[in-house]
């Protein structure tokens, strides 16, 4: 199948991306800029020049393309911003007769019949889709392996020894690794998309001192677990995504360490269930942190 992806340029659609062309899908990556497009070139992906609030630059992306992925990050500096950039995603697909979206939603959605659902991107883009009448598979990411590799966590690896984070000790996440979610479209899309938001975790729920013995066992050296205070956390995200977003996710860490017996439940999943419907293997973390122990060696 022919893929029009959406911000292939993240982390996070990145992988997916990459996992898609492995899977033997065409990839068409959606670019603002050539240079911005080079690296996909020399990947063997096709690339379409456009941005995401420009409805017409959309619609000549999707011409051709069988399916969509797509992702809107939920953290964005402007709600606005995140409506309309998934809105038109979906009218360019319908546009162009895509009847399959796999879409990346994260984060959580807000309810459709609550009073954020005006303005929520998740709520609307649901919305949209059911307008539109495009089979879709809206995949849920708990909390991204991907994020062990900021700053703030592979620093005191290299120097203290220490995984910090801000969770409590024993709160359990089904950390997921941002190319799992390639591998389940690339199974999904050639089959019929089950119109429904699903969580998408790891293979198992880890509290700190798993997830300390993972990395210790992978690194070769003794590690431990620490809760990183929400301040300190904060102000390390600020310098790197600005104080809007570093506030809003700093929100969320609060939130887990202020009540993590009534959250607890939103973090742990089965997933045996999405693995048996698209017959897919999901990555350990163990398996994670080997493929990125560069970024944590000494």
């Not at 992806?5 to 982390?11: D, M, S």
């Not at 911005?36 to 420009?54: I, T």
């Amino acid at each position: 199948m022919k893929i029009l992806v959406y911000g292939a340029n993240g982390t996070q659609a990145g992988a997916a991306a990459e996992v898609l062309m492995e899977s033997g899908h065409q990839v068409r990556v959606l670019m603002r800029s050539n240079e911005k497009a080079r690296p996909w070139v020399s990947k063997g992906a096709e690339v379409a020049l456009g941005d995401m609030g420009d409805l017409d630059s959309l619609k000549r992306a999707s011409e051709g393309c069988d399916a969509v992925f797509l992702l809107v990050p939920t953290f964005r500096s402007s709600n606005e911003d995140g409506v309309n950039f998934g809105l038109n995603a979906v009218k360019a697909a319908k546009a162009a007769g895509i009847s399959k979206i796999v879409w990346n939603t994260s984060g959580p959605i807000a309810d459709e019949n609550s009073d954020q659902a005006d303005t929520d991107p998740g709520a609307r883009i649901l919305r949209q889709l059911k307008i539109e009448g495009i089979s879709f598979l809206g995949l849920q990411p708990t909390i991204y392996m991907e994020n062990f590799l900021a700053p703030w966590v592979t620093d005191s690896l290299r120097t203290n020894n220490v995984l910090t984070y801000p969770i409590p000790p024993n709160f359990k996440i089904q950390w997921v690794a941002a190319r799992d979610f390639g591998v389940v479209a690339a199974a999904a899309l050639t089959r019929e998309l089950p119109n429904e938001i699903v969580q998408l975790g790891g293979p198992r729920a880890l509290d700190g001192d798993q997830l300390a013995d993972i990395f210790s066992l992978s690194l070769g050296r003794r590690l431990l677990f620490k809760t990183m205070p929400i301040e300190t956390f904060r102000n390390s995200l600020t310098s790197l995504a600005g104080p809007h977003i570093a506030e809003i996710v700093g929100g969320l860490y609060q939130a887990i360490q202020t009540a993590p017996e009534q959250l607890q439940p939103a973090f742990v999943l089965n997933p045996g269930s999405l693995v048996n419907r698209f017959n897919v293997t999901l990555t350990s973390l163990e398996n994670w942190v080997s493929l990125h122990q560069n970024s944590f060696s000494l």
